[in-house]
């Protein structure tokens, strides 16, 4: 199945390392991010567990989950968290979900479906496409997927750039202009006509096009 921009994202159940997850249910009403790995005891990956753990309560703040996952079973994860606590000085509290059968990789479109259903005898290579990062919003949406390669580390800065931005804009009618960050300016939107935009902002923008009005949320 091909997973696009605001298609469902699809729903599952599965062990994690944090018990049984029925996927959209344990969304509820909040954002998740779940990004994945190619497989455990990875260096890559090794960091970005831990970087991602020692940022949590900035996804905390902003009503977002964390929920990783690995072509691997949940006994190795809890083995691999030992590693990332010990080199990367940060423990994992969220959840890492076991997907030795390749369904959760598959569902999300980063392995083929006709894929053996085993992680036994895959490599890292074998792996290499599941390296990806969904957000999800609370309707259950992708809002946003990213693909990366094995020797490129991720910058979870930038998601959390981005899910500030895709909060933003789905509470109000504005987008963000290139490489905006919390509090910058924004543009409304053209959906958004003069009459409206000086109902809804009395101090005023800044036109610069027509179609370009840049606006001050401060």
């Known amino acids: 199945m091909s997973l696009r921009l ?3 994202a699809p729903d599952f159940t599965a062990e994690t390392t944090k018990g049984t997850v029925h996927f959209h249910d344990w969304i509820g009403d909040g954002w998740v991010v779940l990004f994945s790995h190619p497989k455990d005891f990875t260096p890559v990956c ?9 940022i949590q309560s900035e996804f905390d703040k902003r009503n977002c989950k964390i929920i990783g996952l690995s072509v691997d079973p949940v006994e190795s994860h809890v083995r691999w968290e030992k590693d990332i606590e010990e080199t990367q000085g940060a423990a994992v509290n969220y959840p890492m979900i076991g997907d030795p059968t390749l369904a959760v990789a598959k569902l999300y479109d ?3 479906a006709d894929e053996l259903p085993t992680c036994e005898g895959r490599t890292p290579a074998s792996n290499q496409t599941v390296r990806s990062v969904f ?5 259950k949406k992708i809002k946003l997927q990213l ?3 094995m020797t490129t580390g991720r910058n979870f800065n930038e998601i959390l750039r981005v899910l500030d931005s895709l909060q933003l804009t789905a509470a109000q009618k504005v ?4 490489n905006w960050n919390k509090g910058d300016d924004v543009i409304i939107v053209s959906a958004v006509s003069d009459e409206e935009a000086k109902e809804k902002y ?8 027509p179609y370009l009005r840049v606006v001050s949320l401060q």
Not at 135 to 139: A, F, K, N, S, T
Not at 175 to 178: D, H, L, S
Not at 202 to 209: D, R
């Open 46 to 54: 090794t960091t970005e567990l831990g970087y991602m753990a020692s």
């Open 6 to 8: 605001n298609s469902t």
């Open 110 to 112: 980063m392995l083929p």
């Open 202 to 209: 009395p101090q005023g923008w800044k036109t610069l096009k």
């Open 147 to 149: 693909a990366y390669p």
């Open 175 to 178: 987008a963000t202009p290139a």
């Open 135 to 139: 957000v999800i919003g609370p309707d």
